[in-house]
């Protein structure tokens, strides 16, 4: 046995297979085989031919494995380049051991590609079979390539190039045929019939080209035109030929067309070409004017009559120099002229320039032109594009003016203004903003970004309740929004209003706005709403507390008849009068206070008005001020509110308060004309008297004082002030007539001095008669109906006209007080004006509807005619204000039912004559309530 020959390696027995050797030499594929070992059996040439150095290895005997890792470590499997040698060799291993059902592609260390396949054998063992299928891969590649070379010609072809069935279904459209017909490019052309592209009136004559192209045995149908349609429904002509030929068993037309839109209608466009060129000379908003190479006018449009007030057939043949150019211009005209018969060609061809030209009448206007040259057989010929721009210079000129305008108003507005585009580049801002945030010049050049000046603002601290990092942040969300408002606070106090707006084709508005007076007025408004609530309060308790008061002074008044009066008791009632007339001045001097009485000037007593505040001032300028009051015995007489009056004393006593925080002595002190003084030069001759309040606080600078009657202007924190007291004193002393000086330095306290003007005494008022009961017509006494929601009043003011002689009915409200209107024999109706359900001016209308012989006399507990007045009350309505003095009860119903009671005898009885009294809520003996010194 020879070393050739194969041998079975587990038995040791020579194997006798010469011819079946020699037979696998002459095959052309490589084989090999393997026993269930997986050891080397036989292999051709062909195989060994595959490997490289490593086919010295392709003995029998030799383990796949080991033929493997030979194959791998000498590179020869250019698969298993940059991977894990082990984890390849086991891949291929298991492979070998299991091999695949279908061949697979492996490519050699040489290039050369082969397809391998693998057979288990019936005993285990492995035949491999490796066919070279270079060549066969080299072809592939040629044919690919030429389909690629046919594909790219086919879809460089001007012309549309289709391929459908004999049904009309597409195949396939190159690129020229998809953009002839409007198809997509990625559109799948089997969606589309070759007929749906034809239009309605020449579909049947396609069907008919496709039918006779299907029926020519593969000879081309000679080209057709028809009308297409686009996918978006436009049309075209078109010019198709197809050819029927045979695909992979399918019968198949393939056609060529082209677009001959254009030459269909050159016919018709040369038709139109002078139709069209003489519309568009007529038609044209431009001057249009034809020359030859001599300057004769050839042709002169509608439009060029227009602008120059000639005819055509004026100018035709004339030279346009001594037509249309201003004779100014025309030397330079002719130089032009014989400069492009020299062969030059006219400076300004192919420019449009501004230049002036001449009407027939000989106005000079602008005009806007541009010059064209067509060279023709006999000659060169120029055509002049005329514009009059005289409208256009002039808006222009508005345009320019216009805009200094608005850049004169950027500047002077009193707003900070920024404008962006939609790159957020500056395009314009104003000084204000400049000044606002002390910008630098470089970032107020137009182009600048957006957010290079935000970081520098907030790397100058301008946000400091947020890093520089958040602030860049947060305005990109800002900027994603579009429009933005907001109100800050800035690190020095001051207020901005931040408003930003997008603009229409992108960028944005920034409007930046210093608020702060506005922020400073809006906290005034919320104090004086404070103090406005605070009166309607005080409103809403005053009518409890008169009616309050009422009772407790009118039983008061009625015990003293009852007692012995040489006993204590007398003596008790008084205090217990007096307790309730001093209640009643301190209900009335809060809503002084508060400003809830209307301003009614009269002649009073100035020192009485003064001397009454002297109770209110000690507990509300507190322990530490020492109240000094130094004021006439005598009547001050001038002509004022008396509570306004009281009001002034009171703002400045607060003021003088503020200004001595550790305390010290505050004195006021009236003075009459004797000692008075000069008046201040501002005031008219007469005699004055002054109302001087001095402290010893920390006094004022000039430009403080120069401000203090300001309305709003305060020294005070945010939140202590309003800032309209002392405007309050300035207004109330001006409309009184007189003026207020003020002497003050820092540390060294304050002297304010008023100045008013005295007035005459007031006439002493007529004592009134005794009262008696007044009887009704029919000399029975007169019958009273009293309405009033207050139990123990309605029993007080009962018992009094009882007593009086008066027949009495009562009432709890108004419905039951018609109850008894309804029993009849009712001369007065007494009633209060707020209560539940029906109000006292909507009964007493509702009565003297029934009677109009009833009189009507109404009560109330509210201090201002503001706070209870209706449409329903009369301006003439005779009101008493609670508390009531009984005696002045008993006179008021008297002369009521008399018929000469008047509001302002009714102000009278309750006090309020010109001796010093304090209104229609003081009492009704007239007295002051303050203390006297």
């Known amino acids: 046995m020879t070393a050739s020959q194969p041998r079975d390696y587990r038995n040791d027995r020579p194997l006798h297979l010469h011819q079946l050797t020699e037979a696998l030499e002459a095959i052309s594929d490589g084989f090999a085989l393997f026993d269930p070992d997986e050891r080397l059996v036989l292999v051709n040439g062909k195989f060994r031919d595959m490997f490289g150095e490593s086919a010295v290895r392709l003995v029998p005997g030799t383990k796949y494995e080991a033929l493997l890792r030979a194959a791998v470590l000498a590179g020869e499997n250019p698969d298993a380049l940059g991977r894990d040698p082990e984890c390849y060799i086991q891949e291929r291993l298991a492979t070998f051991r299991v091999p695949p059902v279908e061949p697979f592609e492996f490519q050699l260390h040489d290039g050369r590609w082969v397809l391998v396949s693998d057979h288990k054998t019936a005993d285990g063992g492995t035949v491999c079979i490796r066919t070279d299928i270079s060549e066969l891969k080299r072809r592939e590649r040629a044919l690919r390539e030429s389909e690629r070379r046919y594909r790219q010609l086919v879809d460089l072809s001007p012309d549309g190039i289709a391929v459908y069935d004999f049904q009309g279904r597409g195949r396939f459209l190159n690129a020229a045929g998809r953009r002839i017909l409007g198809v997509p490019d990625g559109a799948d052309v089997s969606r589309f019939n070759v007929l749906e592209f034809a239009a309605e009136e020449t579909r049947a004559r396609a069907a008919e080209m496709l039918a006779k192209t299907a029926q020519h045995d593969g000879r081309p149908v000679m080209p057709v035109r028809y009308i297409a349609r686009r996918t978006d429904g436009t049309t075209l002509v078109t010019e198709a030929t197809g050819v029927p030929f045979s695909s992979g068993g399918e019968n198949l037309i393939l056609a060529l067309f082209r677009d001959v839109s254009d030459e269909e209608s050159d016919k018709r466009r040369l038709q139109e070409s002078e139709a069209r060129a003489r519309s568009i000379m007529d038609t044209a ?129 009193g707003i900070g203004i920024e404008i962006f585009d939609g790159d957020g580049h500056l395009l314009a801002a104003n000084r204000h903003l400049k000044e606002m945030f002390d910008l630098p010049d470089r970032l107020m050049r137009p182009g600048t970004h957006d957010k290079e000046i935000l970081r520098f603002i907030a790397e100058r601290g301008e946000y400091p309740e947020e890093t520089v990092e958040q602030t860049m942040a947060s305005y990109d969300s800002l900027r994603a929004e579009g429009a933005y408002f907001d109100e800050r606070q800035r690190p020095n106090g001051d207020w901005v209003q931040v408003r930003h707006f997008p603009m229409p084709g992108g960028g944005y508005v920034g409007l930046f706005t210093d608020v702060t007076e506005q922020k400073r007025l809006e906290m005034q408004l919320l104090q004086s709403q404070k103090m406005d609530a605070l009166g309607q309060l005080a409103g809403g308790i005053a009518h409890e507390f008169n009616n309050i008061l009422s009772v407790i002074g009118g039983y008061a008044s009625m015990a003293q008849g009852m007692v012995d009066p040489d006993g204590p008791v007398p003596g008790y009632l008084s205090k217990i009068s007096a307790g309730v007339q ?37 507990p509300l300028l507190g322990e530490t001020i020492e109240l000094l009051f130094m004021l006439p015995e005598e009547p001050v007489w001038v002509s004022i509110d008396p509570d306004m009056a009281a009001q002034v004393l009171v703002n400045l006593a607060i003021n003088a308060r503020d200004a001595m925080p550790r305390g010290g002595p505050l004195a006021v002190m009236l003075q009459t004309s004797g000692g008075a003084g000069r008046p201040p030069p501002e005031l008219p001759g007469g005699r004055y008297c002054v109302l001087t309040v001095a402290d010893r606080g920390t006094g004022m600078p000039d430009e403080v004082k120069s401000r203090i009657f300001e309305p709003f202007f305060t020294t005070k924190p945010p939140g202590q002030g309003t800032g309209l007291g002392l405007a309050m004193v300035y207004g109330v002393v001006k409309q009184a007539g007189g003026t207020i000086t003020v002497d003050s330095r820092p540390g060294s306290g304050t002297t304010m001095r008023i100045w008013l003007p005295e007035a005459e005494a007031p006439a002493e008022p007529i004592a009134a008669a005794p009262v008696q009961a007044a009887k009704a017509p029919t000399d029975r006494p007169a019958t009273i109906l009293v309405v009033e929601d207050e139990p123990d009043l309605l029993e007080l003011v009962r018992d009094t006209l009882l007593g009086a002689g008066y027949t009495v009915r009562t009432a709890a409200d108004g419905v039951e007080a018609l109850e008894r209107f309804e029993e009849g024999g009712i001369d007065l109706l007494l009633t209060d004006l707020v209560m539940p359900e029906l109000g006292g001016a909507r009964l007493a209308q509702l009565v003297t509807e029934l009677d109009p012989a009833v009189r009507v006399l109404f009560m109330t ?57 304090t209104g229609m809520h003081g009492l009704a003996n007239g007295h002051g309530t303050g203390k006297d010194r």
């Not at 062969?343 to 032109?369: S, T």
């Not at 023709?376 to 003016?401: N, P, V």
């Not at 001045?585 to 505040?613: C, I, M, N, W």
């Not at 508390?883 to 009671?901: C, E, K, M, N, S």
């Open 285 to 413: 908003l431009d001057g249009i004017v034809s020359i030859d190479s001599d300057g004769l006018i050839l042709e002169f449009n509608p439009a060029a009559e227009r602008i120059f007030g000639w005819t055509r057939a004026e100018v035709l043949g004339r030279p346009i120099g001594e037509v249309l150019i201003p004779g100014h211009h025309r030397a330079a005209h002719e130089a032009g002229m014989d400069r492009m018969a020299k062969g030059g060609a006219p400076r300004m061809l192919g420019r449009r320039v501004e230049i002036e030209a001449l009407r027939r009448d000989g106005a000079v206007f602008p005009v806007e032109l541009s010059i064209t040259e067509v060279t023709l057989e006999h000659g060169k010929r120029y055509t002049a594009y005329i514009r009059d721009i005289t409208d256009r210079k002039r808006a222009e000129r508005e345009i320019y003016d216009k805009t200094r305008i608005i850049d004169a108003m950027l500047e002077t507005v």
């Open 861 to 917: 507990g509210y201090p201002s005619r503001g706070q209870y007045a209706s449409s329903d009350l009369p301006r003439d309505a005779v009101v008493l204000a609670k508390p009531i003095d009984l005696a002045t009860l008993r006179t008021a119903v008297a002369q009521a039912l008399a018929g000469t009671l008047t509001r302002a005898g009714a102000a009278t009885l309750q006090g309020e004559p010109a001796q010093g009294g």
């Open 582 to 618: 001093r209640a009643a001045a301190l209900t009335r001097e809060l809503l002084t206070f508060s400003r809830r009485k209307p301003v009614q000037a009269r002649t009073v007593d100035l020192a009485a008005v003064v001397r009454g505040q002297e109770f209110l001032l000690n």
